[in-house]
């Protein structure tokens, strides 16, 4: 069962496994829309990333902006978690809804990840899937680049066992050598690296709605051919790669792009 409750002028559901996630309904009024759209921030980001978004189509629908666990208003999850978990509990925010006709989930990078969990888990909830970038699959690398990142790899866990010895702190290594997002994950760490191993080609075969692919020609962080496997993994979909375009312009400059293209995938839909 989850409890929504207003605290502090925002909503938050307190779900059956003792978290809460925060969220905001924007837009047309729930009860009278036809359409909502639910939005899924990436990784590091919070909700407001999609309120220009939301206010941009806010005539057309009712919109839940929503801080993912361990983002903005949302408390971090249990260290366990991976996108399974999450998906799952914003299904019981988002199943109360389900009697509006149309539920569209839109989601950046991470929040791409929980978006093909939750069309393979929840697909009673999700009428189409709008995918900014999104993460999922293993990056392909060149064999170069394995081999050097085994070394780098080998390397933190031998200099680990070291770092008594030298004066060096942990901490001071994986400045060194994590990715910038693996250093600023603070106590999201374990859920980052989980997170990140996670292979999703299995469940983007299950999805059945429809669903718009779209990436930036320029993107180094989920670069077009991520979208490009998408695309032949998931029954339905469409694939479009956006010139000039990468992984933040996708949703800051450039948003008016986008914004168009979801306009037309949610007319699509109705």
Known sequence: MVTL????????AVLKNETTMAFEIVGIPSEQADCLVIWGHGWGANRSVFKPFADALSPRAAHMLVDFPGFGLSPPPPMEWGTAEVADSLAEIVRPFRSIKKIIYVGHSYG????IQMAARHPDLVDGLFLIAAAGLPRKRSL?????MKIRVYTFKTL??????FGMSVDTLRSKFGSPDYRSAGV??????????ENLSEEARRIK??????????????PPEIGERLGILIPD??????SE???????GEGRHIVIKRLAGFMGEQE
């Open 245 to 251: 375009q990468d992984h933040y312009s996708l949703i």
């Open 5 to 12: 409750i207003l605290r502090n002028r925002r909503n938050e």
């Open 160 to 165: 680990k066992h070291l770092v008594p010895l």
């Open 237 to 242: 979909a469409k694939l479009s790669i956006l």
């Open 188 to 197: 999201m760490r374990a859920a980052f690296v989980k997170i990140i191993a």
């Open 209 to 222: 709605c429809p669903v718009q692919l779209i990436y930036g020609s320029d993107d180094t962080e989920t």
């Open 144 to 148: 170069l680049k394995k081999i050097e």
């Open 112 to 115: 791409g990840r929980i978006g």
